[in-house]
């Protein structure tokens, strides 16, 4: 958003002066929101519900904020005074840290906790601080089955740029091999972080209550890597019918916040690291990030895609943050907010990818010998496999000239405006009914 105005009592329909009040600073209203979370911090139920706004919900509400609106959307674009947002979001996230009932959930399993978290019909009140309800006795539900299994809705994918940001098992990165781009699918999966396998379709893959292995349906991802967050057993894959709680506020969400915001002021230490993000990859047995490794060696990879990162901290550890975030929060709704607070609306203009294929022939996803996938271009083969999925090139998709899967060839050639796209404009009706709105910049 850009400046609005603020209200803090009730608008008589007939208070003219009011209803064309101009708007008030960025500032001021996040300083008015976080005067409200503070008020709410201070008299909510210290009663942990996962279903119901509690004193911990505020608290991480504030985290969010203090982290967002005024820290680093401030900061990358040098707006003076930003370190009080920050400083607030350090603050609460850390109260939340030292002296909340919440945890990063995990039973020791790296290889299924995090999938786990998102797969189970009710919240894990262990690390969920706030959820969605759904049910299917209330008739109350959403279509993530539907919208991640079918080929006619939705054909979501991850796409290749963070599929290459998933470190290997060992800590090491992926994208400092050679010809990272265009390594088969079973050997690019092959022992990267878990949270990958828990996150799309990898060898080995099977839905939740079933014991079939399933490659990935290329017909239901525009990638090619298909999504399984969220996704349960397979009665639910009908439209509206998917009944996992959705979780809107997670401590691991606080964590990251934390670490963040004390990296963007310059205080990060490695306590401050164990205590956040190392509790994320100790989920899932990845080596611990390490400061003074990752300020002596940023990842070029990650440089590439934010290129504006400043402060004491720009060598390396506020990348390696980003990459934590991208890869712990996929899918939860925080992409679009991230790449506007720091300024980075020019990686929404890299092409988007997916699957490396080496042309025609035919290929095995799932590593037991087995044709799954045939690609061709002419006639489709006669005497067609049962189970094996066919694509035409150049009709079901296409790959670039480097052989990935290129979903939108004829959009290909995206733009940013960076003095314009980060915030919407203003309705004309809205500036019709009050003319002392200003429109926002370059939106005229």
Excluded: C
Excluded at 88 to 101: G, R, Y
């Amino acid at each position: 958003m850009g400046d609005v105005p603020w209200y803090d009592e009730p608008i008589s329909p007939d208070d003219t002066e009011a209803l064309n009040k101009a708007q008030d600073s960025r500032q001021f209203i996040t300083d008015k929101i976080l005067e409200d979370l503070d008020w709410a911090i201070a008299n909510l139920n210290e009663e942990k519900n996962t279903y119901e706004v509690t004193k911990y919900t505020a608290l991480a509400l504030k985290s969010r904020v203090g982290l967002y609106e005024g820290g680093t959307f401030e900061k990358y674009r040098a707006i003076s005074g930003y370190e009080k947002y920050l400083e607030a979001s350090v603050s609460a996230s850390e109260a939340l840290i030292d002296n909340s009932p919440y945890q990063v959930y995990s039973t020791g399993s790296p290889e299924k906790d995090y999938v786990e978290l998102f797969n189970a019909h009710d919240a894990n009140q262990t690390e969920v601080i706030l959820a969605r309800a759904y049910s299917q006795e209330l008739s109350i539900a959403h279509n993530v089955n539907y919208y991640t299994t079918t080929s006619s809705y939705g054909r979501p994918g991850m796409p290749k740029d963070l599929v290459n940001s998933y470190l290997n098992a060992d800590g090491t990165r992926f994208t400092d091999q050679v010809n990272y781009n265009q390594i088969p699918f079973i050997e690019e999966v092959k022992d990267r972080d878990p949270r990958l396998s828990q996150t799309i379709r990898t060898p080995g893959y099977t839905r939740k209550g079933q014991s079939i292995v399933l490659a990935p349906n290329l017909g239901a991802t525009v990638t090619g890597y298909q999504i399984i967050k969220y996704v349960t057993e397979p009665v639910y894959d009908t439209n509206s019918q998917s009944i996992t709680d959705l979780p809107l506020y997670r401590f691991a969400e606080v964590l990251l916040n934390f670490a963040e915001a004390k990296a963007e002021l310059g205080h990060l230490t490695q306590v401050d690291l164990d205590k956040s993000i190392n509790l994320l990859k100790q989920r899932v047995n990845m080596p611990n990030l390490i400061l003074d490794d990752a300020n002596a060696a940023a990842d070029n990879f990650m440089a590439s895609q934010y290129i504006n990162v400043t402060g004491s901290n720009k060598g390396g550890v506020i990348l390696e943050i980003r990459r934590e975030r991208r890869i712990e929060l996929f899918m939860e709704n925080f992409r679009w907010d991230d790449i506007v607070r720091w300024k980075a609306g020019e990686a929404l203009t890299q092409p988007i990818r997916g699957l490396y294929f080496d042309g025609v022939g035919s290929y095995d996803l799932t590593g037991d010998g087995e044709t799954n996938v045939v690609l061709y271009e002419g006639e489709q083969p006669a005497n067609p496999i049962a189970g094996v999925q066919y694509y035409k090139l150049g009709s079901d998709f296409t790959l670039d000239a480097n052989g990935l899967i290129d979903p939108h060839p004829d959009y290909n050639n995206r733009t940013f405006d960076e003095d314009k796209d980060y915030l919407y404009p203003i309705p004309r009706l809205e500036l019709q009914l009050n003319p002392n709105l200003n429109q926002n910049p370059n939106w005229e």
